[in-house]
């Protein structure tokens, strides 16, 4: 009974994983033994994480060409790798700040088997793509560890991010730029030889900016209430970053938590349900419209002004316009949260 009892959840745990879904059936999701019991399945299961969200980019690339699609997967690669390596990096030499013990590392919260670099590994790339499964817990990471997961989500998840919605936020971004390049040198901007009028930014940035407004403001919601602070694990910045991660969770449809912050509330439920409804289908009604609206579109030859998106030069200009209007928007809270909860732990 017991074999079989654990093989049901089990089994539908790696569906949850390829599907981006993330749930599972016992509470510490995939840190139970039933669930990812070796160092090994710990690896197939994170790659299991971003296998479809990737191999949508290179669909995309089939579509429309594949060097438009290496473009996107180089950045979307780039800033995985860099995330990895900061979470990893802070876990395994920012312990011993919090421990309070020379030469330690943060191995609280985590399960011994997989260590620092597969719980890193794993929970980078769970609130890169939208999965929300966790193999450690992310309260217990150290400052630093927990603002890069953080800041994934807080970005769209659009480092290959969800099935299909990864893709279609990294284009908003892609069109995003293209628009502010066309500017800077006085030209229509376009994209795959269609115009991007202001019909189309209009939709860009209804998907760009709705998220992190409707994000902040509840999460501004949930500091004032009445209540909520006290029904906090921690205090100060560190609790200020729970209720943080919360919010950036139910507002860009990952489902991890910090721990620490107690959902089950009147507040919480009302106002995660309005934040998990408005970012989940406003964004993806304006790509729908922008996307009929770019298909009525005659395509147009391409000259010697037209700017080329296949190239270093614009991953590049991609590059910097995801950090300077994605992260931007959360640069103030995250000084509040993580960043000070890192400056007041030395």
Known sequence: MAIRTSFQPSSQFAISLLGSKGGGFFGANAA????????????FESVAIVLLPAA??????QMVGRRQAMVIYAVMLGLLVLAVIGTTLSELHLGQHVAGVAGSTALEGKNVVNGIGLSALWNTLSTAVSNGSVNASLDSFTPLGGLIPMLLMQLGEIVFGGVDSGLYGMLSF?????????????????????KIAAYDMKMVALAIL???????????????WP?????LMNTGAH???????GFSSMGNNNGSSFAGFNGDQLMVNVVGTVLMG????????????????????????????TLRTDTGLFAVLLLVIILLIGALNFVPALILGPIADFLTAR
């Open 32 to 43: 139970a033994l039933f669930h990812n019991p070796t160092g090994l399945s710990n690896l």
């Open 56 to 61: 949508l980019v290179v669909m995309f690339g």
């Open 174 to 194: 892609v069109l995003l730029t293209v628009f502010i390049s066309g500017l800077m040198v006085g030209r229509t901007p376009e994209y795959l030889g269609k």
């Open 210 to 224: 709705l998220p992190p407004v409707l994000t902040l403001v509840s999460t501004g919601i949930a500091v004032s």
């Open 227 to 231: 209540g909520i602070r006290s029904s």
């Open 239 to 245: 609790g200020f970053s729970e209720i943080l991660y």
């Open 278 to 305: 408005c970012t989940r289908f406003v964004p993806l009604l304006a790509m729908v419209y922008l996307g009929a609206n770019l298909a009525k579109k005659k395509q147009m030859a391409i000259s010697s002004g």
